[in-house]
């Protein structure tokens, strides 16, 4: 699918955020705006709006895309392992939780919610995730957090970084969308790439794709907010 976004103007939007965020000035509505350095790592978000799209009519879609750079690489998963993965995981310094650990939750509602909000997200070993709803309930499925499997010739580290590098497009009642497709320390271009790759896959879920597009913004979490396509 060809790309619509104008490469000079998707450069240089990345450009000014990556400025702004290390403190530099730059030019916004033809006036200087001061960045900012903050004392965290910005995500770099894409935000789009959509148009001739009736969210109660046409058919709803969902969609999940590996980039090729991680957007959050400070995303914390948990292991819900068998031992062998236990194991592992402790290995390359992941938090991981057994069965034996999961029943000590007792299905407590409480504290099955502590645990999704405690992880972003968590992998589990193909044993263990038939057992997930039976030992902790809805919990981790209502937070939108139900594990990814780990199958026993899966890579760990490479399972998780293919979690921490897929976005999802998914329309709900509303026409704006927004997912992380990078961080303010990255390359300038992993950023233009991951943009573009996010924005081609979007359109392709579309009806009319590109035509389904009316605004693309991107920024960074403090930044202000640059727009990529009109």
Not at 169 to 192: H, P, R, S, T, W
Not at 208 to 217: A, D, E, L, R, V
């Amino acid at each position: 699918m060809a790309n619509k976004l104008n490469a000079a103007l998707l450069d240089k939007s990345v450009e000014d955020i990556l400025a702004y965020s290390s403190g530099g000035t730059i030019k916004k509505g033809g006036a200087d705006v001061n960045g900012k350095k903050r004392n965290f790592t910005e995500t770099v978000e894409i935000q789009i709006t959509l148009k001739n799209y009736d969210p109660q009519r046409d058919k709803r879609f969902s969609g999940t895309f590996r980039l090729p750079s991680i957007p959050r690489p400070n995303l914390k998963c948990c292991m819900l392992g068998n031992a062998a993965h236990c194991e592992q995981a402790d290995r390359i310094g992941i938090p991981h939780m057994s069965v034996d650990d999961l029943k000590k939750l007792n299905k407590n509602k409480k504290l099955v919610k502590k645990l999704a909000k405690k992880y972003d997200f968590f992998l589990a070993s193909d044993n263990m995730i038939k057992q997930i709803p039976r030992l902790l309930g809805p919990g981790l499925t209502k937070a939108g957090k139900f594990p990814t499997l780990l199958s026993s010739s899966d890579d760990m580290q490479e399972k998780i970084d293919e979690v921490k590098s897929t976005i999802k497009f998914q329309m709900k009642k509303v026409m704006c969308l927004n997912v992380a497709i990078g961080n303010v320390d990255m390359e300038k271009q992993q950023i233009i790439v991951n943009t573009q790759l996010a924005a081609n896959f979007l359109a392709s879920l579309l009806k009319k794709q590109w035509q389904n597009i009316g605004q693309m913004y991107i920024k960074s979490t403090m930044g202000p907010p640059m727009q990529i396509f009109f």
